[in-house]
């Protein structure tokens, strides 16, 4: 069995179809906390596969992680848990650090208590595989290089400096008591279940309601774009084949600026789902930029693709046009999260007057 907590997460549970999607893969318990970003329904068609099974339980928890892996024994942990959006992290920087740095200090610390009790031969299989974030590297300029694994750290919001916190916590449990982990830190993840608050869903599910799609800026901040199924298909061969101790950079090596990505999501729309009375584009609308706002993020994978022969296998345009596809397949699936418990937070923590970028 393998361990994948924030699983009701976009990536955790688009990692959980893809693993399950194996006929011989190994059963998975997923643990989720269920937060307003955490939806049981991205899972509904796993619900009943004798191979899945789910805990609502807080990876800060200490009894709850103990008693579990006690419990059911996993082989791995994959960890995705953990607080993700920059513009909350800038207005609720505490629960951050409480997920994405106590959170993983616990689990760590459970998960070494647990596989020092492991025979010999189960200490040697098992593995952590700590998910992280390209953001932890800081900002680039235009002309400087990729982020490498050996890019010096310098975050520069709450939520990349906790994410590297936890990246450091991993790295110290690995070559302080010898526990097998491994970190991925990947670039911006895109494709099914991505919860609206982020660029690339936010714009379509904004589009298609005939709403303002609100670009930062000038719009010319670049990221690089990772479909989630390339990055799920990283993940396993990081897992299987990853040397411990190690850090693998797993990016689309696909920079856009974000006018572009905008830009590209209204012309796929306009071929898709045409709007009556013009083009998407007429929708796009300018607001103030967030603080701190970093200007570039590219990463290089190529340890990846040379140590282990990984490399993605969709480019920018097929993977936006599948996604969008997606979005325009599973209408319900918007309605129902932007109807629920991520409405409820937006009016807790903004009142009347929400940010543009996440309306």
């Keep these: 069995m393998i361990f994948v907590t924030g699983g009701a997460g976009f990536i955790g549970s688009n990692f959980i179809l893809d693993w399950l999607a194996n006929d011989a ?80 200090f616990n689990l760590l610390n459970k998960a070494l208590r647990y596989w020092q009790t492991l025979p010999q031969d189960e200490q ?19 002309d400087d290089p990729p982020f490498s694994e050996t890019t010096t750290y310098a ?45 690339i869903p936010l714009v379509i599910a904004n589009a298609l309601a005939g709403n303002p799609l609100p670009i930062y800026g000038d719009g010319l901040q670049i990221r690089d774009w990772l479909f989630v199924a390339d990055h799920c298909a990283a993940l396993r061969t990081v897992l299987a084949d990853g040397k411990t101790g190690e850090t693998y950079n797993v990016g689309g ?15 796929t729309l306009d071929a898709l789902s045409p709007r009556a009375g013009g083009s998407y584009r007429d929708l796009i609308t300018f607001v103030k930029d967030r603080p701190g706002h970093d200007r570039r993020y590219a990463i290089d994978a190529r340890k990846l693709e040379r140590e282990l022969g ?36 937006i009016q807790k923590q903004y009142g009347d007057n929400p940010p543009g970028a996440l309306v």
Aim: hydrophobic share 35%.
């Design 310 to 345: 990984w490399k993605p296998a969709e480019t920018f345009d097929s993977g936006i046009r599948k996604t969008v596809q997606w979005y325009l397949d599973h209408g319900d699936w918007v309605a129902q999260v932007r109807s629920g418990a991520y409405m409820n937070w």
């Design 25 to 104: 893969a190994e059963p998975v318990l997923n643990i989720d906390k269920l937060t307003y970003a955490g939806n049981p329904y991205n899972l509904a068609s796993v619900a009943d596969d004798p191979r899945y099974a789910f805990v609502q339980a807080d990876i800060c928890d200490e009894i709850a992680m103990a008693t579990l892996l006690s419990r059911y024994r996993p082989r791995a942990i994959v960890h995705f848990a953990a607080e993700s959006h920059v513009d909350r992290s800038i207005h609720s920087p505490d629960e951050f650090i409480r997920t994405n740095v106590n959170g993983t």
């Design 124 to 142: 040697q299989d098992f593995r952590f595989l700590h998910v992280s974030t390209d953001e932890v590297y800081g900002s680039l300029l235009p």
């Design 253 to 267: 090596w696909n920079e856009q600026t974000n006018l572009h990505v905008v830009h590209t999501l209204c012309d």
């Design 155 to 199: 975050p520069n919001s709450p939520y990349s400096a906790s994410k590297a916190a936890s990246d450091h916590l991993v790295r110290a449990f690995h070559h302080t008591y010898g526990l097998p982990t491994l970190t991925t830190n990947c670039s911006n993840n895109y494709g099914p279940y991505h919860f609206p608050e982020k660029l």
